[in-house]
């Protein structure tokens, strides 16, 4: 009998036909609309394996809910959307999918990093309000990225793709990190450095640390009230890592220049959130992965973490390796 799979969103074809050649795949068929938890629910009673993004929070009540469940595949590199320890404990095995966007990621966040520090949306909808009628000196002047200190909070693969592309602009970089990494300090040439001296010294902070209990708005008020006010803050990772009342404050008052975020807290972030309604903020859509050749190797590399995981193999990308060891 063939495992029934449950997908919670339309994913690309290929990814798709490599699901329904092994199992009895049904999919969530709202492309706009998270599938509620009442129908994730119904689908997980008889479901084996469940295909999933990070809308979905997979917490102990919905693993409740799910006697056959054996696998959660996510399509992400981070998983703080599920429960890992209530997964474990019931024998689940939990994937992501790493690596696969580390270079996408990093073009996003740079030009995230760009665009934030010229001000190119400000100036986008200034000539299209047609307010620009003469050239003046001081015109929507930004800050030049060329030359500046970047630092790196989590310098991890992505952190390393985006130090790659600073060292074109001839940054300096500095990065602080759980553990230090002298090996990419040789490689690419960057400089360690603890937290507070990275926010001290650095024109632009680029955040690209998961997202744990540890790093829960480890960007708050005393942190941006290091930062030079000349400072952008950039955030590719997750949202919960900065505190947004405290940067909103900082954005206000002048303590930081601007900020650049694709994530927030709450996704999707309400319309009315403070910090939309800022000129000095370039906010994006989580969008960092967003390109049509890594989204669909990101759909087929979760395709095939849960299909190795219902066929009784080890899967390639399995977070809770301790699975194993119960």
Known sequence: MRPRVFVT??????AL???EERCDVRMWQKEDVPVPKDVLKEELAEAEGLFCLLTEKIDADLLDHAPHLRVISNMAVGYNNIDVSAATRK??????????????TADLTFALLMA???????????????EWKTWS???LTGQD???ATLGIIGMGRIGEAVAKRAKGFDMRVLYHNRNRKPEVEEKLGVTYADLPTLLKESDFVCILTPYTSETHHLI???ELAIMKKTAVLINTSRGGVVDENALYEALTTGTILAAGLDVFEQEPVPLNHPLLSLPNV????????????????????AAQNLLQALAGELPENLVNTEIYKL
């Open 9 to 14: 969103r339309k994913i690309p074809e290929k």
């Open 17 to 19: 036909l490599m699901l």
């Open 91 to 104: 024998g689940i095995m939990v994937t992501n999918t790493p690596d696969v966007l580390t270079e996408t």
């Open 116 to 130: 934030t520090a010229r001000r190119l949306l400000e100036a986008s909808d200034y000539l299209r309000r047609g």
């Open 137 to 139: 000196p001081m015109l």
């Open 145 to 147: 990225v060329h030359g």
């Open 220 to 222: 708050g008020k005393g």
């Open 282 to 301: 370039v906010a994006l859509p989580h969008i960092g992965s967003a390109s049509v050749q890594t989204r669909t190797r990101m759909a087929e590399l």
